[in-house]
């Protein structure tokens, strides 16, 4: 049960918010949305403007489809509007991009990466 006294309103921006996670320990969330922002927001470290410590655009000028914590909290899968999906450390910044994949290799066997927009994107269990 979710406990309504401890309620608080996170202003992302005036644009529409498309994903948003929650850290596996409950101490930090990350959103991103239309405006290609990405906010990180740590509950433990936050005062009473309830600001983002940090907003970081990681994939330019494409919309963030996907957002996820790894089991641990210590890495941030990034999934935008490109073929190139992003893997951030915790505080932001960028551990590994995905290779773009080549549109003209015609078998797919021998192609490295994606080829078209990735719309979601999840860590493997192990």
Same mark, same amino acid.
């Given at each position: 049960k $979710?406990?309504?006294?401890? =309620? $608080?309103?996170? =202003?992302h !921006?005036? @644009?529409?918010?498309?994903s948003l996670a929650l850290d596996p320990a409950g101490a930090r969330v990350i959103s991103g949305g239309v405006d290609y922002d990405l906010k990180l927001w740590d509950f433990a470290g936050m005062d009473p403007s309830l600001r983002s410590f940090r907003k970081i655009r990681? *994939? =330019?000028?494409?919309v963030l489809n996907h957002l996820?914590?790894?089991?641990?909290?210590?890495? $941030?899968?990034? +999934? #935008? !509007?490109n073929s190139q999906p992003k893997v951030l450390d915790r505080d932001g910044g960028e551990l590994?991009? *995905? +290779? @773009? !994949?080549?549109?003209?290799v015609l078998d797919q066997s021998r192609n490295?990466?994606? @080829? #078209?927009?990735?719309? *979601?994107g999840a860590w493997h269990p192990k």
């Open positions: $979710i406990p309504r006294s401890h =309620e $608080i309103k996170l =202003e !921006g005036s @644009k529409a918010i498309t990681p *994939c =330019e000028s494409h996820e914590y790894s089991t641990t909290g210590d890495k $941030i899968l990034v +999934v #935008a !509007g590994f991009e *995905c +290779v @773009k !994949g080549d549109q003209y490295k990466g994606h @080829k #078209a927009q990735v719309n *979601c």
